[in-house]
């Protein structure tokens, strides 16, 4: 039946398996394509290619960057983007910085908190790539200060906990720009962290979202109810919008969601990548 896993995170963000093994899954797991899509960098993709070419898995080179959304969490895909392109990694290296400057002042926090918790003890546990909040949640959970990395963000690390500190991120235009202009499919992900409250409000939302160049919609997801699929599939429809799939698969970082797992998994399906290649094919300007 062809199936595909659009969403997915390796070593070089928050997920804990690195980009071969997560290839190495899904050829065990019988996948037809899955989208490398780490949060904020594109360092994972080279390492997947190859490990594609070497298990006959095709990989789709693709990006999750995280916008600026006051009030909820807006990240956006990017599909089949040229990561050789200069101006996409000058773009990740900005949101890169972002992070190695706020990762320390987590840190800070919480020992003023009273947690003797150090950068080392996170790095150690973040597998080499990109660090975020998860791998301090880890590292809280590790050295015994929490008993979960749920707890971790509920206690110190969500928005507006005490050990919380703002992230530099792009305006969702300049992250559908930064996409397009290297050649990618922009695509939004999980609608219902941008926490719109109403489906009038997001179909609103969407419409801004599409003017300013976004394709389509993540309809399918792990953590999706029925009833969200469903509009989301309406919403799509109606707003002329792709529809796309994926589970944000992050290894033992999230260990609830397996690779190529969510719901409707039947309907995730090959289809769905030769519409973001035919969309790439007549939107975007190769050069
Ligand atoms: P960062 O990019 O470092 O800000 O970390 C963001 C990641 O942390 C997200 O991709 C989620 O996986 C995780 N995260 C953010 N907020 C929460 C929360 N309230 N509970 C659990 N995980 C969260
Ligand atoms: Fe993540
Ligand atoms: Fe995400
Ligand atoms: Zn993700």
């Known amino acids: 039946m062809s199936l595909i896993d659009l969403h997915t995170h390796s070593t070089a963000s928050d997920g804990s398996?690195?980009?071969?093994?997560?290839?190495?899954?899904?050829?065990?797991?019988?996948?037809?394509?899955?989208a490398l899509t780490d949060h904020d960098t594109i360092d994972g993709i080279p390492e997947a290619m190859a490990a594609g070419a070497r298990w006959g898995v095709e990989i789709?080179?693709?990006v999750e960057i995280s916008a600026h959304f006051p009030g909820g969490t807006m990240h956006v895909l990017g599909y089949f983007i040229d990561y050789t392109n200069g101006l996409l990694d000058e773009r990740l290296a900005v949101l890169k910085q972002a992070?190695?400057?706020?990762n320390p002042q987590i840190?800070?926090?919480l020992n003023a908190l009273g947690i003797p918790l150090t950068m080392e003890q996170v790095v150690r546990v973040s597998g080499g790539g990109q660090v975020g909040r998860p791998h301090i949640a880890r590292a809280l959970l590790e050295a015994g200060y929490v008993s979960t990395t749920q707890?971790?963000?509920?206690?110190?690390?969500?928005?507006?906990?005490p050990a919380y500190v703002e992230k530099f991120r792009f305006p969702p235009r300049d992250a559908l720009a930064m996409i397009r202009e290297a050649q990618g499919v922009p695509v939004l992900s999980h609608p219902f962290t941008l926490e719109l409250g109403s489906a009038y409000a997001l179909k609103n939302t969407l419409l801004e979202l599409k003017d300013l160049g976004l394709a389509g919609i993540e309809v399918f997801y792990s953590d999706h109810s029925r009833e969200q699929e469903a509009l989301?599939?309406?919403?799509?429809?109606?707003?002329?919008?792709?529809?796309?799939g994926g589970s944000d698969f992050h290894g033992q970082n999230k260990p609830e969601v397996a690779l190529g797992?969510?719901?409707?998994?039947r309907k995730v399906t090959y289809k769905l990548v030769e519409a973001l290649r035919e969309w790439q094919q007549e939107n975007?300007?190769?050069r």
């Open 261 to 265: 797992t969510m719901p409707s998994q």
């Open 232 to 244: 989301y599939l309406k919403l799509a429809t109606e707003l002329g919008l792709l529809v796309t």
């Open 99 to 102: 992070r190695a400057d706020r």
């Open 107 to 109: 840190v800070a926090k």
């Open 60 to 62: 789709i080179p693709g």
């Open 17 to 34: 398996f690195p980009p071969k093994e997560v290839v190495r899954l899904a050829k065990e797991g019988g996948l037809k394509a899955i």
């Open 151 to 161: 707890e971790a963000f509920d206690k110190y690390l969500r928005n507006g906990a």
């Open 284 to 286: 975007i300007n190769h």
